[in-house]
């Protein structure tokens, strides 16, 4: 078992920048990969990036690329996304995710754990 508290979303203006963090417990955490989604609503859940478990490895959905950045800090259980050049598409409730198995995946499906979500709103 996984569990998962995501932190640190809110209101920020258009360019603004955020990071959230993700805490994990559970299962040895310097050995799962890790991936952030978000959903907006009215809209399905989405990828935004993903991490292996040695940080080694990053993935990112073409829409936040070069302006986010997956991270992670095995020694204290923690998986950050920072977020700039914020836009009011990126608004969503975002989730932290784990795998049951070692493939990082980029669909919904291949995660196993998620948490409760956080919400971050850009406004214009």
């Known amino acids: 078992q996984v569990q998962l508290v995501e932190s640190g979303g809110g209101l920020v203006q258009v360019g603004g920048s955020l990071r959230l963090s993700c805490a994990a417990s559970?299962?040895?955490?310097?050995?799962?990969?890790v991936g952030w989604f978000r959903q907006a609503p009215g809209k399905e859940r989405e990828f935004v990036a993903a991490?292996?478990?040695?940080?080694?490895?990053?993935y990112y959905a073409d829409s936040v690329k070069g302006r986010f950045t997956i991270s992670r800090d095995n020694a204290n259980n923690m998986v950050y996304l920072q977020m700039s050049s914020l836009k009011p598409e990126d608004t969503a409730v975002y989730y932290c995710?784990?795998?049951?198995?070692?493939?990082?995946?980029?669909?919904?499906?291949?995660?196993?754990?998620w948490g409760q979500g956080t919400q971050v709103t850009v406004s214009s």
């Open positions: 559970g299962r040895t955490f310097s050995n799962i990969n």
């Open positions: 991490i292996n478990w040695s940080g080694r490895s990053t």
């Open positions: 995710a784990a795998p049951m198995t070692y493939f990082l995946g980029r669909k919904t499906s291949d995660y196993n754990y």
